[in-house]
């Protein structure tokens, strides 16, 4: 799990950099990346650049994992506290969308050392 990790700390270290390719390089060309603002997932690394550059023409999301855990499947869980701030960095007031501030686990699967699967599900 250890090495799992240090790609998902790296991905979100980039994520929140805005390093659309840098996040990319560590997912599968097919990977299934959940849709946190409409729900659903998309699929492919083209669709994932598409729906990130479009959440982030209308607000300034950082996620920060504190902790990672393996489920019995195999699945890396990391516990996530997730901000949403407006693109001037404000917190949001009346958002539209399904972002919000709060802690979150996302849920990854790997195949051949990349992210061939993402999901979210609220944290227990």
Do not use: C
């Not at 390719?21 to 409409?38: K, R, T």
């Not at 690394?45 to 504190?66: C, K, L, N």
């Not at 516990?79 to 969308?97: A, K, M, N, Y």
């Amino acid at each position: 799990m250890e090495d799992d990790a240090k790609i998902l700390e790296r991905l979100y270290a980039r994520f929140n950099a805005r390093d659309i390719e840098g996040v990319l390089a560590s997912l599968a060309d097919d990977v299934i990346w959940a849709n946190g603002m409409d729900g659903g997932h998309v699929h492919g690394r083209e669709a994932v650049r598409e729906y990130w550059t479009r959440q982030w023409t209308m607000v300034s999301p950082h996620v920060e994992p504190v902790g990672f855990s393996r489920t019995a499947d195999g699945a890396i869980i990391a516990e996530v506290r997730q901000s949403i701030f407006d693109l001037e960095g404000r917190p949001l007031q009346g958002q539209t969308h399904g972002l919000k501030d709060k802690t979150v686990s996302h849920v990854f699967r790997f195949q051949d050392g990349k992210v061939a699967r993402f999901d979210i599900e609220d944290a227990a």
